[in-house]
């Protein structure tokens, strides 16, 4: 719920004031001239599929750590609700280990994640600086020709390059917005299995206290030494 609420709060308020910028400086640089402005939008074939190769391993990598995480808190949980009988048959080392373990697996997820992101916004950058070259060089050619005037080409050249700026915001929030699609799908995922189980109603509160009834019960449940006790809280 966490990871929802972050992504969908501010890093979502930024995709969208990105967009807006993105959109309206792109008609500007249209404008006047679309001919500079196909030149740099023609850079972004290739920066799409890099970007892409680059964050494909990147929605894998955070499920698998939700799902090492979700493993470290049912051995942590088990452990300390059955702390008597570890103790007697002294398995500290033993549960210690399994959640150290889980705990390495998601870290090497969560570095992956790093390692995509990291990638992600060096390649910006990288083709924010090209856009400088490439720009300004096709911008010189064309005044040279007589096509287009220096003001001109400087109001296409900056419009088209705040345009891409903007998408250059996106990089940081990524992340937030990667894993709040991951949660949401989550979410999504365990409000289907609870309105499967129990069948698709609503129901009144009386039904849903019941929880889930198995369709069968394969064995023999045997209760021995059964004691009822009285505890006094003061």
Known sequence: MRELQTAASQALGFLVYDTLVFVACLILAFYYSWKLTLVVLSTCVPSVIILFLLSKQLDPAIRAQKQELAHASKYAVAAFSAIELVKVYNGEDHEQWQYQQ?????????????????????????????????????????????????????????????????????????????KGMAAGQSLATLAEDVAQRSGGKSGSPDQKSQGYRPLRCDGDFELRNVRLSKRIVR
């Open 102 to 178: 889980a705990i390495k697996r998601a870290a090497k997820h969560y570095f992956r994640q790093v390692l995509c992101k990291c990638g992600q916004m060096g390649y910006i950058k990288l083709w924010m600086n090209m856009l400088f070259v490439v720009g300004f060089y096709f911008a010189v050619v064309l005044a040279e020709q007589g096509s287009l005037t220096p003001g001109n080409a400087l109001t296409t050249f900056y419009a088209a390059l705040t345009a891409f700026q903007a998408l250059e915001a996106v990089g940081p929030h990524w992340l937030v917005l990667a």
